[in-house]
């Protein structure tokens, strides 16, 4: 995946950076308020570089805000059980200081058999159905984001 991302610590004291191995995780500890600073447990920000134009131009953002539906769709394909989270994810850019919508997705296969997982990023365009999307938008709303 191009996107490179870090962890960076909010304490002026600290001032840590780290690469973030694991995008899902990172968005989902953002959603449920759990980001953190590995090296003084204090909280922290994530950060994003998209490089767009074939990586020869980086836009850099801070992440505001992660979002989740409220219920994750799941149904069977073959020998796994699919789950499908996309997520929506508020960012600011850190040069122009505006805001941008960013709607990655991963499916995450459950061997019924093993129960062994496996994530698969999203690559192409997101399709939603109606009703996670509404879910988004309007938990993106309740927190006053004007989407």
Excluded at 32 to 39: A, D, E, Y
Excluded at 64 to 87: A, H, M
Excluded at 89 to 101: A, F, L, N, Q
């Amino acid at each position: 995946m191009a996107t490179e991302r870090y962890n960076v610590c909010s304490a002026r004291s600290c001032g840590n950076k780290e690469w973030v191995a694991g995008l899902f995780d990172a968005l989902r500890d953002i959603q449920r308020g759990r980001l953190q600073c590995s090296k003084c447990g204090k909280k922290s920000h994530l950060e994003l570089e998209f490089g767009f134009d074939l990586g020869k131009s980086l836009h850099r953002c801070k992440v505001l805000d992660v979002f989740l539906p409220k219920r994750i769709e799941k149904w069977p394909r073959g020998k796994f059980e699919r789950s499908f989270y996309p997520f929506l994810v508020i960012v600011k850019s850190t040069d122009e200081g505006y805001r941008s919508m960013w709607l990655p997705y991963w499916h995450i296969d459950k061997n019924q058999k093993t129960r062994k997982t496996f994530r698969k990023y999203g690559q192409w365009a997101s399709f939603i159905s109606e009703r996670p999307f509404v879910s988004l938008i309007g938990q993106a709303r309740a927190k006053g984001y004007k989407i």
